[in-house]
């Protein structure tokens, strides 16, 4: 059974910098597609980013030009750089992971099995 941990979240103030952990154990093997997901109250789960088992990284249009997804396997963490953070990022932030060396596109929850408990990040304007 695959278990997440998030990390990093916190309060940051519009223009900075976070960067999100996410740590996984009950990896088999490095054959999984890992993703990042955010939720605001009252909004659906939306994909931020995911990354393939060749470390091909996709993004959804938030995203894009701001943040960067990548993974360090040797480690089974992946990390989600956050930049020029603006007020509407803030969210509960989670990661997730399936099954597969591909990832599909778009970003949905749907594809994902597994699912951390999410860090908070808040950016104040």
């Known amino acids: 059974q695959v278990q997440l941990v998030e990390s990093g979240g916190g309060s940051v103030q519009a223009g900075g910098s976070l960067r999100l952990s996410c740590l996984g154990s009950?990896?088999?093997?490095?054959?999984?597609?890992r993703a990042w997901f955010r939720q605001a109250p009252g909004k659906e789960r939306e994909g931020v980013a995911q990354?393939?088992?060749?470390?091909?990284?996709s993004y959804g249009d938030s995203a894009k030009g701001r943040f960067t997804v990548s993974q360090d396997s040797g480690k089974n963490t992946l990390y989600l750089q956050m930049n020029s953070l603006k007020p509407e990022d803030t969210a509960m932030y989670y990661c997730?992971?399936?099954?597969?060396?591909?990832?599909?596109?778009?970003?949905?929850?749907?594809?994902?099995?597994?699912w951390g408990k999410g860090t908070q990040v808040i950016v104040a304007s």
């Open positions: 009950g990896y088999t093997d490095n054959t999984y597609c």
């Open positions: 997730a992971t399936n099954r597969g060396v591909f990832c599909y596109i778009p970003i949905s929850p749907t594809n994902f099995a597994y």
């Open positions: 990354i393939d088992a060749y470390g091909r990284p």
